[in-house]
């Protein structure tokens, strides 16, 4: 079992706890080709030739877990050693409710070893393994002020934030460098963990 790297927090992020890390800088994110998805409130969730795991090291059984394990089912196989799939569970509600998903799981990273390949060759993957990807909030160069601007164009009730990444393939080591995300104020205002609360599922698009 692989466990997901760490994206660290952009500068402006105002989600950061104190158990987060914030990127030293944007250096790595100058790049004439970004693309900015949104940050679904979900799960991180792991799909590879074996089966399916959580980022979180708590494993144990959960009903959200249900669905994905079977989703996961299907693609396992086509997965070869050292290639993962890497997205959100979104079958449970956190603390953004869904009612119009086209997936219960949406697909943000394809990676082969220790590689996380370019967002095209991702996109191209995905539609091979029927992956439904997370929403795309932007794609285009760099520019001072770009994450200001879609920090100021969420919809805070609805969206938890966004994240950003080159669009070109870079080492999963280099994740604190080359990707970052944006987490709205106060996003994790619930008391209870989502796990032991009462599960409300989130719904699909009719």
Do not use: C
């Not at 590879?48 to 299907?74: E, M, Q, V």
């Amino acid at each position: 079992m692989k466990k997901y790297g760490r994206t660290y927090h952009l500068p402006i992020s105002p989600g950061v706890t104190s158990d987060d890390k914030v990127m030293l800088g944007l250096d790595g994110l100058m790049a004439d080709d970004l693309v900015v998805t949104e940050k679904m409130d979900g799960e991180n969730t792991t799909i590879h030739h074996g089966g399916s795991h959580a980022r979180s090291p708590d494993s144990r059984y959960h009903p959200s877990r249900d669905w994905l394990k079977a989703f996961a089912a299907g693609i396992s196989s086509q997965l070869a050693d050292g290639e993962r799939i890497v997205g959100e569970n979104l079958y449970a509600r956190h603390s953004v409710g869904y009612d119009n998903l086209p997936s219960y799981f949406l697909g943000f990273g394809w990676i082969i070893d220790d590689k996380i390949q370019s967002w095209d060759a991702t996109l191209v993957r995905f539609e091979e393994l029927g992956v439904t990807p997370v929403p795309t909030l932007y794609r285009g160069p760099f520019r001072p002020g770009l994450f200001e601007s879609l920090a100021v164009s969420l919809n805070r009730t609805r969206q938890e934030g966004f994240v950003v990444r080159v669009a070109a393939a870079f080492p999963e080591a280099e994740m604190p460098i080359h990707m970052g995300k944006y987490v709205r104020a106060g996003h994790v205002q619930d008391e209870t963990h989502w796990m032991k609360a009462e599960l409300i599922a989130n719904r699909l698009a009719k």
